[in-house]
């Protein structure tokens, strides 16, 4: 079991950063691949980043490469997403997501994780 607290959202203007912060709790932290989700009003939540159990794979949506970058501190039962040169259009709900991979590797779809954190707010002003 694996319950996850997102903090770090806020309202930026275009060009800014932001530092998302996933606290988990739960022993299986360490074992478990971590990604990142957003959703905009009115549109299906989507992928942004994911990583590894181990933090050596990572991958990330079109729309983040080269601005955003998901890490973890599995000493602190944290992963981050760092977000750089923000648009107007990276405006959502952020989530963050633990899931099980035998392999080790990435999760890129949403019905992979199995726990969920309950999101916090980015709003980027133009």
């Known amino acids: 079991q694996v319950q996850l607290v997102e903090s770090g959202g806020g309202v930026v203007q275009a060009g800014g950063s932001l530092r998302l912060s996933c606290a988990a709790s739960g022993r299986t932290f360490r074992s478990s691949a971590m990604g990142w989700f957003r959703q905009a009003p009115g549109k299906e939540r989507e992928f942004v980043a994911a990583?590894?159990?181990?933090?050596?794979?990572?991958y990330y949506a079109d729309s983040a490469k080269g601005r955003f970058t998901i890490s973890r501190d599995n000493a602190k039962n944290t992963a981050y997403l760092q977000m750089d040169s923000l648009k107007p259009e990276d405006t959502a709900v952020y989530y963050c997501a633990a899931g099980s991979d035998l392999l080790g590797s990435v999760i890129l779809t949403a019905s992979g994780y199995a726990y969920w954190g309950q999101g916090t707010q980015v709003t980027v002003s133009s």
């Open positions: 990583i590894s159990w181990s933090g050596r794979s990572t």
